[in-house]
């Protein structure tokens, strides 16, 4: 059943997106757990997806929920899953070939005033209280997109044993946190920004340098760039006021890339089943 809502969302509540489709038909991570999709691989007795989707049903912040994927091949192996879709609790679309692409065909349902928070069914950690946060500030932010990030020492020392992904900068590390907000009419169109450097997500110089351009990735690589310059940057090239959220969560950072990450988010949770 779905967890009751925290409180009433009001009539400027988010939609949430949650991106549900597998980046290759193959996934380790759902072959390592005996499933057909990512995000139907169990923690703590349930499926990511909805424990991403409770976490949203509970936000006060949000309203409407999308999921985009899994594909409808694997829908019918989750009862409770294909029991939400078809009762009109979530809508579901077919993923498409990427992210960015299933976010972009998620968007295209929303009314462009509408705003928009957008996340992963692999975000397993994922909690009331942090969509909170997040949507709160990224509405102060004043911007047309806020990414949230959460320190890398604060996730080092919650998890001194995760390899994360940090953008290293002169003021501190910080990693993503799959949250993004789309708070403006004109923010929809940084998909296409997205669409052009997705896939260098694990590698931060090229990402960089996709991002910024070369002149930042010589900064970036002396340790000169700091959070602020980077965003200013970003702003410039996609021609949208960007903002970061610095969230005080470190299991923000965490999402569930790798059988190793899959044994970090079932300790934490406690969950006791193998997934090797």
Same mark, same amino acid.
């Given at each position: 059943?779905?967890?009751?809502?925290?409180?009433?969302?009001? /009539?400027? /509540?988010?939609?949430?997106?949650?991106?549900?489709?597998?980046?290759?038909?193959?996934?380790? #991570?759902? =072959?390592?757990?005996?499933?057909? &999709?990512?995000?139907?691989?169990?923690?703590?007795? =349930? /499926?990511?997806?909805?424990?991403?989707?409770? +976490?949203?049903?509970?936000?006060?912040?949000?309203?409407?929920?999308?999921?985009?994927?899994?594909?409808?091949? +694997?829908?019918?192996?989750?009862? $409770?899953?294909?029991? *939400?879709?078809?009762?009109?609790?979530?809508?579901?679309?077919? !993923?498409?070939?990427?992210?960015?692409?299933?976010? $972009?065909?998620?968007? $295209? @349902?929303?009314?462009?005033? #509408?705003?928009?928070?957008?996340? @992963? %069914?692999?975000?397993?950690?994922?909690? !009331?209280e942090i969509v909170d946060d997040f949507c709160v500030r990224a509405r102060a932010a004043a911007a047309d997109v806020a990414v949230g990030v959460a320190p890398y020492e604060l996730v080092k020392a919650a998890y001194p044993a995760t390899r994360?992904?940090?953008?290293?900068?002169?003021?501190?590390?910080?990693?993503?946190?799959?949250?993004?907000?789309?708070?403006?009419? &004109?923010?929809?169109?940084?998909?296409?920004?997205?669409?052009?450097?997705?896939?260098?997500?694990?590698?931060?110089?090229?990402?960089?340098?996709?991002?910024?351009?070369? #002149?930042?990735?010589? *900064?970036?690589?002396?340790?000169?760039?700091?959070? /602020?310059?980077?965003?200013?940057?970003?702003?410039? =090239?996609?021609?949208?006021?960007? %903002?970061?959220?610095?969230?005080?969560?470190? $299991?923000?950072?965490?999402?569930?890339? @790798?059988?190793?990450?899959?044994?970090l988010v079932r300790a934490i949770v406690g969950d006791g089943v193998r997934s090797d």
């Amino acid at each position: 059943m779905d967890h009751e809502r925290g409180g009433c969302p009001g /009539a400027g /509540a988010f939609a949430a997106v949650v991106l549900g489709g597998d980046r290759r038909a193959d996934d380790p #991570v759902a =072959r390592g757990a005996g499933v057909l &999709s990512k995000s139907l691989v169990p923690v703590g007795g =349930r /499926a990511m997806v909805l424990r991403v989707l409770d +976490a949203l049903g509970a936000s006060r912040q949000v309203g409407m929920r999308i999921l985009c994927g899994p594909a409808r091949s +694997a829908l019918a192996h989750d009862a $409770e899953l294909g029991r *939400r879709i078809a009762a009109g609790e979530i809508t579901w679309i077919e !993923p498409r070939a990427t992210p960015s692409l299933s976010a $972009e065909a998620a968007l $295209e @349902t929303i009314p462009a005033g #509408v705003p928009v928070l957008l996340t @992963t %069914a692999d975000h397993a950690l994922l909690r !009331p209280e942090i969509v909170d946060d997040f949507c709160v500030r990224a509405r102060a932010a004043a911007a047309d997109v806020a990414v949230g990030v959460a320190p890398y020492e604060l996730v080092k020392a919650a998890y001194p044993a995760t390899r994360r992904t940090a953008i290293r900068l002169r003021d501190g590390g910080y990693c993503g946190s799959n949250l993004f907000a789309f708070l403006t009419p &004109s923010s929809r169109a940084v998909v296409g920004f997205w669409r052009r450097v997705e896939q260098e997500r694990k590698r931060p110089l090229r990402l960089v340098a996709g991002v910024l351009g070369w #002149v930042a990735v010589l *900064r970036y690589g002396l340790g000169r760039m700091t959070l /602020a310059e980077g965003l200013a940057r970003v702003s410039a =090239r996609t021609g949208l006021r960007v %903002a970061a959220v610095i969230l005080p969560f470190p $299991e923000a950072a965490v999402d569930v890339d @790798t059988l190793e990450d899959l044994r970090l988010v079932r300790a934490i949770v406690g969950d006791g089943v193998r997934s090797d």
